[in-house]
């Protein structure tokens, strides 16, 4: 996923094009994107430009039959706990 950031990033046919088929206005856009103020950057974001990087990885564990942490049952409905 990519998002432009800059000026020159698109080409203007394809801007134009966008414009017209979802009848929006580039410029009037921009104009009203001109009072957004941006905060600072925290620290510890965009870690992986630094070379920290963590990968969290989902994988199916065979044979666990429960949840390692205990599930509350269910309440009856209209019950009040």
């Known amino acids: 996923m990519m998002g432009f950031t800059a000026d020159g990033q698109v080409d203007p046919n394809l801007l134009a094009d966008r414009d017209k ?7 009037e856009e921009r104009k009203k994107l001109a009072k957004v103020t941006t ?5 510890a974001a965009n870690a992986w430009e630094k070379g920290e990087v963590l990968q969290l990885e989902l994988r199916r564990m065979d044979g666990v039959k429960r949840s390692p942490t205990p599930v509350p049952p269910r309440a009856a409905p209209g019950a009040v706990r």
């Open 39 to 43: 905060r600072p950057v925290h620290p």
């Open 21 to 27: 088929r979802f009848k929006v206005n580039a410029a």
